[in-house]
């Protein structure tokens, strides 16, 4: 079975994910995510600092 490739920690799926998450939960652009997910208990859920996931990132 072929390895997951991931960036900082995270999976394009779990990136996707998180993305579609924030799209539902609080309909914003790419560069507004951030400012939803630190509200959020995602970073504790996911064990992973998400401070790194920004409009770029996507």
């Known amino acids: ?6 960036r900082n920690n995270l999976t394009v799926g ?3 994910l998180l993305g579609s ?3 539902i939960c609080m ?6 995510w951030w400012d939803w997910a630190k509200t ?3 970073e ?4 992973c ?3 790194k996931v920004n409009s770029q990132y996507f």
């Open 21 to 23: 998450i924030g799209r």
């Open 27 to 32: 309909p914003t652009g790419k560069k507004g």
């Open 44 to 47: 504790y859920l996911l064990r």
């Open 40 to 42: 959020t208990s995602c």
């Open 1 to 6: 079975m072929p390895e997951k490739s991931t």
């Open 49 to 51: 600092g998400l401070s």
């Open 14 to 16: 779990i990136t996707l």
